[in-house]
């Protein structure tokens, strides 16, 4: 079994940051990739980053300059730095993962990131 779990969010004002953590853990042995979604009230779930072993991450355009995604490989964990959020950035983000041997796509619960002054 493998888990995810978010952490980070919150209430933050407009302009302000944030940034969400997301700890892999359980039986595999390494992870190949992360990546982070989210979703907004009425709205699909839309891509933001990957990040695949050893490469530089890849963002949805829109997010470019404003997130970075990290990732610490000791630590199993990747990061989402959100900078300059404003109130259409509300939404739960989630994490997903795909680690060796399985190579299955896990996802972690999500986290609440709630923009508002």
């Known amino acids: 079994q493998v888990q995810l779990v978010e952490s980070g969010g919150g209430l933050v004002r407009p302009g302000g940051s944030l940034t969400l953590s997301c700890a892999v853990s359980g039986n595999f042995d390494s992870v190949y990739a992360m990546g982070w979604y989210r979703q907004a009230p009425g709205k699909q779930r839309e891509f933001v980053a990957r990040?695949?072993?050893?490469?530089?991450?890849i963002y949805q355009g829109s997010f470019s300059g404003r997130f970075t995604m990290s990732r610490d490989y000791a630590k199993n964990t990747a990061y989402l730095q959100m900078d300059n959020l404003n109130p259409d950035d509300t939404a739960v983000y989630y994490c997903?993962?795909?680690?060796?041997?399985?190579?299955?796509?896990?996802w972690g619960q999500g986290t609440q990131v709630t923009v508002s002054s």
């Open positions: 997903n993962a795909i680690a060796r041997p399985d190579f299955v796509l896990h």
């Open positions: 990040q695949n072993e050893g490469a530089t991450p």
